[in-house]
């Protein structure tokens, strides 16, 4: 396959052309990452998440920098849900990024919720395969803002930093609103900024209530000032602990294996329900089911049940 084989030699261009194929859910695209994934795995990857201009990008910049010193092939997907094209938002991560522009080991790639049929999760996870397969060793996802679509996106990581910063009042809610699970790792950036202090003192007393007596390993807390490049180092060196954690007490294999249940379900429904849908012509009946309903007032369950029901006697006469 000729796409899969340039991108398994890091070309890229051919990177992009492979994940412009799963963003617009080409028929090849399954033959396309079934073929890279045997070379799947290794990489490893970070999820970063909190509210807008929390300073995730200008963070990502110096975890990127730290890695391209180390030698490390860095790939970073900007994950947009909330915006149907890749708009402003992206474009100025991309700005605060663009120290790396010319450095071929380094790829940024935007992502935007336009047309994906199974989800932008899944195209994301999709296009982590594809840089995992490139070469890259640690690939960033760093989505725009926290709702439940970046929960699901942030699932896909190995390892969470939740980005907070003082000051911005919904912090706190967040904490409570229980976005505070999705991180392994809190980052609280702007620390040259008022209240930082207080937010850690927060942070750790949320985290204290939050945490059963057995649970040993504590979630670390880090601040930062990204765009003073501050508290970096101390970051990058608590997440490589914390991968070497998770490493030795199986909680990575753990999560990579509830990621492929998560992965089964999604391909499975909608498998399903695409196959169902063609067999019973739903489009074209679904406006006499809402007749049913709404003049002749049979209730949904019994309509949809009985309709279940006549699907699997006439598909066991097939
Ligand atoms: N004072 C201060 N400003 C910061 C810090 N980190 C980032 N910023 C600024 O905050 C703004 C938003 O940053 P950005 O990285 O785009 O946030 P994102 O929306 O979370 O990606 C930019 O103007 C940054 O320069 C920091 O540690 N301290
Ligand atoms: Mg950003």
New binding site residues.
Partial sequence: MELGDKVLKGHIRSIGKAISCIENNRPEKEQLIDYLYPFCGKAEVIGVT??????????VDKLIKRERKLGKKVGIIAVDPSSPFSGG?IL??RL?MQNHASDDDVYIRSMASRGHLGGIATATADAIKIFDAAGFDLIII?T?GVGQTEIEVMDLADLVLL?LVPGMGDEIQALKAGIMEIGDIYVI?????DGAQKLYAEVEYVLNINQSENDKEKNPIIL?????DEGIDDLVKCYRDYFKYIRCNNILEEKRKKRIVNEINHIFTEKIISEVNQFLHIEKKINQWVKNILHEKVGPYTLINKKIEQFIKEFKEQ
């Fill in positions: 909190g509210s807008p201009g929390a300073g995730k990008s200008t963070l938002a100025g991560d605060r760093e725009i980005v950036n702007k620390k040259d900024h930062t000032s990204a765009n003073l």
